[in-house]
C-alpha cells in the first residue's frame, strides 16, 4: 500500500471523528439547555399563571389558572427558543389546585439513523407551593 491511500485513510478518519465528536457534543449540550429552558419557563409561566383573586378569597389556597398558564408558557417558550431545531411540546399532567404541571419537549437533530429521527426527549414536573402553613389575612398577604 502506498504512504498517499495511508494518509488518505488518516484523513478520512479524522473527519469521521471529529463529525462524531460534533454530534455528541451537539446532543449534551442541546439536552442541557432544552433541560434548563423548560425548568425556568415552566416556573415562570406556573408564577403568572396564579390567579390572585381565588387567593384572596380562599383564604391562601394557591390556584394555577390553566389557560394563563398555558398562554404565558407557550409565549415565553417561543421566545427563548433557536428556530433551527423543531420542537414537540406535550402537556403530560396539569392540576390547578394544587399547582402542578409535567411536561415534555421533544427537540429534533441534524442526526437521522435508518431512517428514523434522533429526538431528544426532555420532561419535567413543576409544583408550586409556598412556604405558609396556616391560614392568613388578606392584609397580611398584601
Known amino acids: 500500500m502506498s504512504k498517499g491511500m ?4 488518516i484523513i478520512i478518519l479524522g473527519v469521521l471523528t471529529l463529525a462524531c ?3 455528541i457534543q451537539n446532543y449534551q449540550s442541546g ?9 425556568e419557563t415552566t416556573e415562570a409561566a406556573m408564577i ?8 384572596r378569597t380562599s383564604g391562601g389556597i394557591i390556584r394555577v389558572d390553566r389557560e394563563k398558564f398555558l398562554e404565558s408558557f407557550i409565549r415565553r417558550f417561543a421566545d427563548s427558543v433557536s428556530a433551527s ?9 396539569f392540576n390547578e ?42 392584609e397580611e398577604v398584601e
Not at 439536552?31 to 425548568?39: G, H, P, T, W
Not at 431545531?85 to 402537556?91: A, D, L, P
Open 97 to 138: 389546585t394544587p399547582p402542578k404541571a409535567s411536561i415534555q419537549v421533544g427537540t429534533t437533530t441534524v442526526a437521522s439513523f435508518v431512517g428514523e429521527d434522533f429526538d431528544i426527549v426532555t420532561t419535567i414536573d413543576g409544583i408550586l407551593e409556598t412556604k405558609y402553613n396556616e391560614k392568613r389575612k388578606i
Open 6 to 9: 495511508i494518509i488518505t485513510g
Open 48 to 55: 403568572d399563571g396564579v390567579d390572585w383573586g381565588y387567593y
Open 31 to 39: 439536552n442541557e439547555l432544552d433541560y434548563y429552558l423548560l425548568k
Open 85 to 93: 431545531s423543531t420542537y414537540r411540546i406535550k402537556i403530560i399532567d
Open 21 to 23: 465528536v460534533n454530534l
